[in-house]
């Protein structure tokens, strides 16, 4: 495979639009401003490719990631299999991850405003980054790392960044990671049955034990999110123009019923909606 293209497998990069939209998100509860999307953008999208990184290098240094009986490769990325079959090296993974590391770092002290808020939820995101693989992932806690990561560490951190943190900008922040713990779950379901999964305890593993279907635990699931949502703004935490989202329910319901048909498809649905979802409620 061509080095580049191994590189950007490996980094996951297709993850750029949902970190997209939900810093934009971010962003536009607290008064839009293009230089703070911009800024949030590549701050945390910069961690989230370290992330994958060391994910890729620690996974294969602790036999995770291997050619057979190890994670799968997904509908969506092959990054399992990058370092097993020789495509990356396991140093390339380590430079491309401290490279993006860095870069984070650099872009949050020379331009980000520095306030109790706004550093907190940087340490925040870059304590994820850097930890997700030996401590949140061994422990089955990756739906906690994904809540953090991609819903507070990213929604709520680009809040902050125009504003003060509020309850606007905390609801967001759970609301997004909400989602994004769903689709780990989801993501995980498709190695319920390697080897890989007997070794590591997840909650699609023990979900998976309690003979219930993916598409009852997601129908469940996503409608307790959109609940959540329909509540916060009753409430008065979020703005009444961010309903607009609920549309999405049919395509909801059409992604449950493939994932429990041709899960390959239905997957890829669920990751359509995680990424319109934040975009209808902008």
């Known amino acids: 495979m061509n080095k580049m293209k191994a590189w950007i497998i490996a980094g996951r990069f297709f993850?750029?639009?949902?970190?997209?939209?939900?810093?934009?998100?971010?962003?536009?509860?607290?008064?839009?401003?293009?230089?703070?999307?911009?800024?949030?953008?590549?701050?945390?999208?910069?961690?989230?490719?370290?992330?994958?990184?060391?994910n890729a290098w620690r996974d294969y240094v602790k036999g995770i990631d291997s050619v057979k009986d190890g994670s799968s490769a997904k509908p969506y990325t092959s990054a399992s299999q990058v370092i097993p079959r020789g495509w990356l090296s396991v140093t390339e993974a380590k430079i491309s991850a401290?490279?993006?590391?860095?870069?984070?770092?650099?872009?949050?002290?020379?331009?980000?405003?520095?306030?109790?808020?706004?550093?907190?939820?940087?340490?925040?995101?870059?304590?994820?980054?850097?930890?997700?693989?030996?401590?949140?992932?061994?422990?089955g806690l990756g739906e906690i790392a994904l809540f953090l990561g991609h819903g507070v560490s990213t929604t709520t951190l680009s809040y902050s960044i125009l504003t003060s943190v509020d309850i606007t900008g905390i609801s967001a922040g759970v609301l997004m990671g909400l989602f994004a713990g769903l689709g780990y779950t989801i993501d995980q379901w498709q190695d319920v049955e390697t080897d890989f999964t007997k070794r590591i305890r997840n909650y699609a593993q023990i979900i998976s034990?309690?003979?219930?279907?993916?598409?009852?635990?997601?129908?469940?699931?996503?409608?307790?999110?959109?609940?959540?949502?329909?509540?916060?703004?009753?409430?008065?935490?979020?703005?009444?123009?961010?309903?607009?989202?609920?549309?999405?329910?049919?395509?909801?319901?059409?992604?449950?019923?493939?994932?429990?048909?041709?899960?390959?498809?239905?997957?890829?649905?669920?990751?359509?909606?995680?990424?319109?979802?934040?975009?209808?409620?902008?």
Do not use: C
């Open 98 to 139: 401290v490279v993006f590391l860095l870069i984070a770092v650099m872009l949050f002290i020379f331009y980000a405003p520095k306030k109790p808020d706004t550093i907190m939820l940087f340490a925040l995101a870059v304590f994820i980054a850097v930890t997700y693989t030996d401590l949140f992932k061994p422990k």
């Open 209 to 282: 034990q309690t003979s219930m279907s993916i598409s009852t635990f997601y129908y469940f699931a996503i409608t307790a999110v959109v609940t959540i949502h329909l509540a916060m703004v009753f409430i008065g935490f979020l703005p009444q123009y961010t309903v607009k989202a609920v549309l999405l329910l049919p395509l909801f319901h059409f992604t449950g019923v493939m994932l429990e048909y041709r899960f390959e498809k239905g997957i890829l649905l669920a990751l359509l909606g995680m990424w319109l979802y934040p975009l209808l409620m902008i």
């Open 15 to 54: 993850a750029a639009p949902w970190i997209a939209v939900n810093t934009l998100l971010g962003v536009k509860l607290a008064g839009f401003d293009l230089n703070a999307w911009i800024l949030s953008f590549s701050i945390i999208f910069s961690l989230l490719l370290s992330s994958h990184y060391i």
